[in-house]
């Protein structure tokens, strides 16, 4: 028997913006950030569960300030009760009527909710000396079903056809297991194709990542249609034909808009086309699919929560669904998600990136390959190579794979002398940086 | 010329839960509250903007910690630069790129927005010595194209559409405002019916309504059938067959719930089904729609922005659009999403009623009649009578209609003795509680 005796925030930010890290048509300066929190009981085994909302910058604080709104579901309370049944507990926190008003079921409280549970799943994770993709993947078809709050949801996906789904790949589930300790993950990656590099910057990161095993990059495009035709042609001249190129336009265009773009891009044989236009316009991403067929419509990284993918998976909007381990509520909503796609047949390639959410979807993708859709056809978890040394058990990925954590938890723990340097704003690194601007002759920036 | 000096927010909390005032099948105890927000400027004329998002409780102060993210674009900055080009300020605080990712354009960060705008819209109408649906109906045609972010709208409605049909409504403002000061505008009544009330207390305050000279009343329905049922009945035989009742299911269904529930309920003569699913579902709309035709489907209330709104019309999947002053990012958008409403032919019903929503909304149905959709024809805004008196210029609400208020400013400025008595948790009110609790003997409460 245990209680909850802390549940500890802290606003930690990345100077990303200063490298153009991370930079693409709507979000020119990111310093990738996390709303972070720790849920400390009074066990004698000192496990703790860490989770974190991924934001780029300003606004991390209205993040932590939503997390600090749930630690009376959390404080004083018994942690088995709490870890017993995830499904109830992510009711206590999604139902809360006056909370759900600040939503429903979006934004800033439902990413909250999102850590909250993240946090829970891996204390529950290390509880039972597992990671987090083999604690769900020996949970058993009937334990997952009741993740889920299947509300919102029955007109596309009723309980019975999840517990269908779960059953029919339990059989498999222990071969699947071997095949991905034996095999990987597969991975793409972002990193050469950030708005910000040089056309050389691009080419040699586009090569490298060929040479480290990627068989699919990914560019930013959207803010300017000649630049985007010149440096698919880089890409493309140092990749070869071989390996896939997908581009993300990360929200900018209009219906419209983005087919007459798409139209001028399509003969460098786009692998997908990302977040075309706004992640709500279910409607939107339909036309736009009919728009640009064959070539496929992805999005999810910026969509809202179950009801918005159940939408998109039965309008056709979307081909290759993009699950984000800190957009919706936690593991609980994506195992949901999960199904969802799994019902549907739409092939899922998690968005990663950012602060840790690598170290945190991996685990998702691996448990939907052992006990969901029991397939990596076509699936491919993202990569891109910054800030994994603040994690505790940072993600394995070589050979263009994802390597299975063995290490207990969900992946989303941060080193302590990480979370101290780089608090906002009284961290050493924020500290030392506001002294130099300070200084005489330093440049001042606005907001 | 002046500069904003201050940007002051206060979290004020009405313990309307007490009463069961308010009370529905999703919301059993909301706290009626206000995350709300005072922009102060230099100015000489001591004018001050006001505004607010309404909340229900808990949670208000992760909304007032959303506004003082924004407070940077507000202080020490050019008072009149800010509220001349309205839609260039709108896109400053929407089209930040790093607190865009906390929705984007949605939940507690977009709301934020909205408070912080209409808070603008509301000092520069008392600038103008105007009440705002008077300001908003005197800018031309092509002022009010440019409050509009068309982006993720133009595959519905363009700039030019926009344009003419704002043009189209130019020539018969005046008399139409002629007629709004003489006729009012139509309201309808919620206060009769909350789940809380007993049947006794329904069919009094439903006759009461009939006898204030409402046309159309409202009721809460979704926690129980046999109880539905029976509260229509009682309803029904009180305010006799002239009047129309219309049923409030708050977000409790699923579709398939909500197509049978309504079968139901539907020989009682239904005026609209409000909010029978999430307000996210989209394509579940238009299947309720389908199915419970031709009893009209309404939503609006939670509806996130003019993204999903534009679906909802596309798809036909509500018959009767609710706008509401607190939920998106302000008058703008609100415009944006009237204009939508016009080109659609949807009429616009708006939710009122929390905390000085009435006040706010009144203003953009009465612009709607004068320059928008130049029509009343089966329109009316939801009177709830509890709160008004808190507000500096309350409603003005008999006879069944709502009263053009002459008042110059936007409503939404709340009194300051209670924001001093309301404030939570350091408020009198809240600090005499807390006293009132701690007393031995008293009941405590769990959250």
Redo the contacts between chains.
Sequence with gaps: MSTVIAVETSDVRFPTSRELDGSDA??????YSAAYVRVVTDSEDGLEGHGFVF?????N???T??IS?LT??LLGRNAEELLADMGATWKLLAH????????????????AIGAVINALWDLKAKRARLPLWQLLATMTPEELVELVD??????ALTPGEALDILRAAEPGRAERTARLLAEGYPGYTTTPGWLGYSDEKLARLAREAVADGFKQIKLKVGADLADDVRRLQTARAAVGPGIKIAVDAN?RW???EAIEWITHLASFDIAWVEEP????????HA?IARGVAPIPVATGE?V??R??F??ML??DALQVLQIDAARVAGVNENVAILLLAAKFGVRVCPHAGGVGLCEAVQHLSMFDFVAVSGTKEGRMIEFVDHLHEHFVVPIDVHGGCYWPPSAPGGGSEMQGASIAEYTFPDGKFWRDDAQAQAAPGALTEA?
């Design positions: 709507m979000n020119p300066d990111p310093d934001t780029i910058g300003r606004g604080d209205v993040e300030a939503a709104a009376p579901y809360d009527s006056q909370l759900r008003w600040l939503g429903p079921e979006k934004g800033v409280m439902h990413m299947f509300r919102y949801l029955t007109d929200q209009g219906v419209a236009t706004s992640p709500d316009d279910i409607l939107g036309a910026h809202q929560n009801i918005v159940k939408q039965q309008a907001v």
